[in-house]
């Protein structure tokens, strides 16, 4: 059974008729790294809180378990503090006055856990997250990283069945993000809570979750592992929303069409003739390759002539931009490039890396 369960769920606020979220269905398997994903003001955070009860649905019902928490047909709704979440926000509230201790003890004094037990929790979840050794700090004496720890661990302390995390790791700079990530990934692992983690950080999602739900405009766009995001998108939005540099667009329809737009086109038709009604294609940048001489071209794959127009080194790899039929396309590649800015050549792609969209953009499956 699903730990997490919304069913038709809506939220509209102060009674307008724009829905933040619509028409929401999601399953949030036991001990999933649930990661909702989405640009700005797509109703990633509305979800987390209509999840743990801060807000009230307009519109269809929600599940912990076999229990319903939120149901708006028959009024039933269970408050914050009984369904056994644990909510970390962006500002992580530590108490100031109380030093690092006494803010990770904090929900289990509460919850009046005996002191034996209480002491031994705090003792392993502030080992778990490096912070035993700032307990007896206040959180002013700390950096935005080490207090985000803690409020992770004062969390955890209490061991909830669900963690909810909306943009947690926002304040913090390049590594620090990456270490807590990390870190996240272990505590998942250990403590086997069921998590779920807003975020708008595609790379973000990608590393940390056992699923992503992708959100657009307050609706879900695809839910699936990592993987079947990057390389199955149900949709443009999704294919065009995860991946950088972002996928190469060639739009096909009539009156949009690009000039590689005949050269596709042919090419599919031989190569999956039962696909039709082709509105664009996408090809990912790492699944473009460049070569001078023709006779390098895998077989079977669709190519055509193409110049280098420029070569970007980002670091480790390079980007290189190309003109084919001019059509702008990217490629990247982690190998130092032998090619430079105006050589003559071949682009091509292998079939499977193909993605084809219908005209309203959903993902034509061959
Ligand atoms: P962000 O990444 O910017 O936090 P988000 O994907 O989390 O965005 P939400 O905060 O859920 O998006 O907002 C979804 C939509 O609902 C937005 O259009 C937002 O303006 C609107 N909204 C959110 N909270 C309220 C509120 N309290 N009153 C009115 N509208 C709201």
């Excluded at 039933?76 to 530590?94: D, T």
């Excluded at 695809?222 to 995001?229: C, L, R, S």
Aim: proline residues 5%; contains cysteine; hydrophobic residues 40%.
């Amino acid at each position: 059974m699903p730990k997490i369960t919304l069913r038709n769920a809506e939220k509209s606020y102060g009674g307008t008729a724009i829905k933040a979220v619509r028409d929401l269905n999601l399953e949030i398997g036991d001990g999933e790294f649930m990661c909702l994903l989405g640009p700005s003001g797509c109703g990633k955070t509305t979800t987390l809180r209509m999840i743990s009860g801060l807000e009230h649905l307009s519109g269809g019902q929600i599940s912990v378990g076999d229990k319903v928490v939120d149901c708006v047909a028959s009024g039933s709704f269970i408050s914050p503090e009984k369904r056994g979440m644990g909510l970390v926000f962006q500002s992580y509230a530590l108490w100031p006055h109380m030093t690092i201790e006494r803010n990770t003890d904090f929900g289990l004094r509460l919850r009046k856990v005996p002191k034996a037990e209480r002491q031994a929790r705090v003792d392993k979840v502030m080992k778990t997250l490096g912070i035993e050794k700032y307990r007896d700090r206040y959180p002013s004496q700390l950096s935005g990283g080490q207090q985000q720890r803690v409020a992770l661990a004062r969390m955890l302390a209490v061991n909830p069945d669900v963690l909810l995390l909306d943009e947690p790791l926002s304040n913090l700079d390049a590594r620090l993000r990456l270490e807590m990530r990390a870190e996240l990934k272990r505590i998942h692992e250990e403590f086997k809570t069921t998590i779920v983690f807003v975020t708008h950080d595609q790379w973000e999602a990608m590393t940390l979750a056992t699923s992503i739900a992708v959100m657009s405009e307050g609706e879900l766009q695809q839910v699936g592992t990592p993987n079947e995001i990057y390389e199955q998108p149900a949709n443009r939005f999704v294919a065009e929303f995860v991946g950088s540099p972002p996928i190469n667009i060639v739009e096909m329809g009539e009156g949009k069409a690009e000039p590689l737009s005949g050269l596709v086109k042919s090419y599919l038709s031989k190569a999956f003739p039962q696909i039709d009604a082709i509105g664009s294609v996408g090809l990912r940048p790492e699944a473009l390759g460049f070569v001078q001489d023709a006779a390098e071209v895998p077989q079977g794959a669709m190519e055509g002539g193409a110049q280098v127009t420029g070569v970007l080194p980002t670091g480790g790899s390079w980007i290189i931009e190309l003109r084919a039929h001019d059509t702008k396309l990217f490629l990247t590649t982690h190998k130092p490039p032998v090619v430079a800015e105006g050589d003559q050549g071949f682009f091509f792609v292998r079939p499977e890396a193909i993605h084809v969209f219908d005209s309203h953009g959903k993902r034509n499956v061959s």
